[in-house]
């Protein structure tokens, strides 16, 4: 049982290019999401989904995007990467049912940078 | 949305000593609080949680209590060891169910 699978682990990037983070689990969660985190910042919340087909943005979503064609899979987009978006991103998944939500798992982590 | 404080933002104690991190929310409507441990370079990972129907819930050294009425949870380690030096974060559920907002993290030392 693997859990939330990230990759790529490390990462660089320029300013500008574009890349997907990707993020997959094996467990049935209808719920995903993705984080970053950032020094003295903790855990802010990029986009997350309910199930497949249903996604929606969280705390910080400019310059991000998602999107979430099957339960397993919910890939985070960075559009054109910018300075601002180093960063370290884990993206979760949790059971959950309306009103109510449960343990959130995290994949390894990806340490992004961009120059 | 919820807004979620916790301190302190570090905290040295001696081996065997007590531990107690606190956090406060906004969100008279959140209903679950979960406690993450993310040690250096590694994934947070959950070591405890409490529903708004309970005051405390314990776990051999790890408790978890909750005060509705003043919107304030708290994270107390007893005995602690040096292996539960790591990062510990708070956070509370949005009122669907469908965020959570992460405090901003405590860096937690034991001194062998």
Redesign the interface.
Known sequence: NAGVTQTPKFQVLKTGQSMTLQCAQDMNHEYMSWYRQDPGMGLRLIHYSVGAGITDQGEVPNGYNVSRSTTEDFPLRLLSAAPSQTSVYFCASSYSRIGAIGEAFFGQGTRLTVV | ?ENVE?HP?TLSVQEGDSAVIKCTYSDSAS??F?W?KQELG?????II?IRSNVGEKKDQRIAVTLNKTAKHFSLHITETQPEDSAVY?C?A?S???????????TSLTVIP
């Open positions: 949305g916790q933002s209903n679950y979960p993450y590694k994934r947070p990972q959950l949680d974060f956070a559920s009122a669907t169910g469908n965020q959570f907002y992460f405090g901003t993290g």
